[in-house]
């Protein structure tokens, strides 16, 4: 069974740049195949999908993220991390990472994140 897990502060201040990283548990973020994303929720609106990385390393963003939006991958701790940097308020959201074989199929259980002074 795959297991997603989220981490990362639950607040961030305006223009600062938000850092959240999943760990996955067992499965390999090497597995072929499969993609590592970052899906979010803003209050009272529906999932956005903001990137993936590949199991290759290859990675795919949002164009309307893209310009400030960053996904890494540290294979030794089987983590993969996103930046999303000079943030507003609007960004406020709850943020997910799953993982895509047949479709989104595990997900983490999500981490809110606040964007405030």
């Known amino acids: 069974q795959v297991q997603l897990q989220e981490s990362g502060p639950g607040l961030v201040k305006p223009s600062q740049t938000l850092s959240l990283t999943c760990t996955v548990s067992?499965?390999?973020?090497?597995?072929?195949?499969?993609?590592w994303g970052w899906i979010r929720q803003p209050p009272g609106k529906g999932l956005e999908w903001m990137g993936v990385i590949h199991y290759d390393g290859t990675t795919y963003y949002s164009p309307s993220l893209k310009s400030r939006t960053s996904i890494s991958r540290d294979t030794s701790e089987n983590q993969f991390s996103l930046q999303l940097e000079s943030v507003a308020p609007e960004d406020t959201a709850v943020y997910y990472c799953?993982?895509?074989?047949?479709?989104?199929?595990?997900w983490g259980q999500g981490t809110h994140v606040t964007v405030s002074s």
């Open positions: 799953a993982r895509a074989y047949n479709g989104y199929d595990y």
């Open positions: 067992g499965g390999s973020i090497t597995t072929s195949y499969t993609a």
